[in-house]
């Protein structure tokens, strides 16, 4: 029964030690911890390798959540982060994103659950924040072309602040 912790912490040393020597060979440029995982990123080829794994690409707003581009975070735990939209569609815009880089929703999994429930208590805690909670709001995660993705980091738009209209205008 003992054996299995001792094995995990075996295998995290052994990985730790890895990606340690690839970072003194400069292979990658930044090691750093991040919600209680290490991570090592490259900023060449742009991805992050979390405990062995390569993550897929990461886009912009993995540089927002590192704070390696100075946006102002609105909230920041260690499952998500949120922050302004850059160009805001309406009076409050606010985008809330996971911190980890999940390229879509076709990209979720059963371990992500916590993390997209997060992203709607951040949500409305949000909303009551702008003081749009009364008035109403619509949150929005668009997925691939036809959905009118174009960061390929999942992201929900919080939108309110004004009369919203249909629902969709195509
Ligand atoms: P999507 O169309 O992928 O659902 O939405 C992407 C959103 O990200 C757009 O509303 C766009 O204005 C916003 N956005 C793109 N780049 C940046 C950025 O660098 N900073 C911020 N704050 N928002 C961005």
Avoid at 3 to 27: M, W
Avoid at 96 to 106: C, E, M, S
Wanted: glycine letters at 6%; a negative charge; proline letters at 4%.
């Amino acid at each position: 029964m003992t054996l299995i912790p001792i094995l995990a912490k075996h295998v995290t040393v052994v990985v730790t030690r890895v990606l340690i020597k690839v970072n003194k060979l400069q292979l990658m440029d930044d090691l750093y911890f991040f919600g209680g995982k290490l991570v090592a990123h490259s900023q060449r080829s742009n991805i992050d390798i979390i405990k062995g794994t390569v993550m897929s690409e990461e886009t912009i707003f993995s540089k927002i959540i590192r704070q390696e581009i100075p946006t102002p975070l609105l909230y920041q735990d260690e499952l998500v982060s949120a922050f302004r939209d850059i160009s805001p569609r309406v009076d409050s815009h606010i985008l809330i994103v996971p911190n980890k880089h999940i390229a879509t929703i076709n990209d979720v999994t059963d371990e992500d659950e916590l993390t997209l429930g997060r992203m709607i208590t951040v949500a409305k805690k949000l909303a009551k924040e702008d003081g749009i909670d009364e008035s109403g709001y619509r949150l929005i995660i668009n997925c691939n072309s036809d959905g009118g993705q174009e960061v390929y980091h999942i992201h929900m738009h919080l939108l309110g602040g004004q009369p919203l209209g249909a629902m969709l205008s195509v």
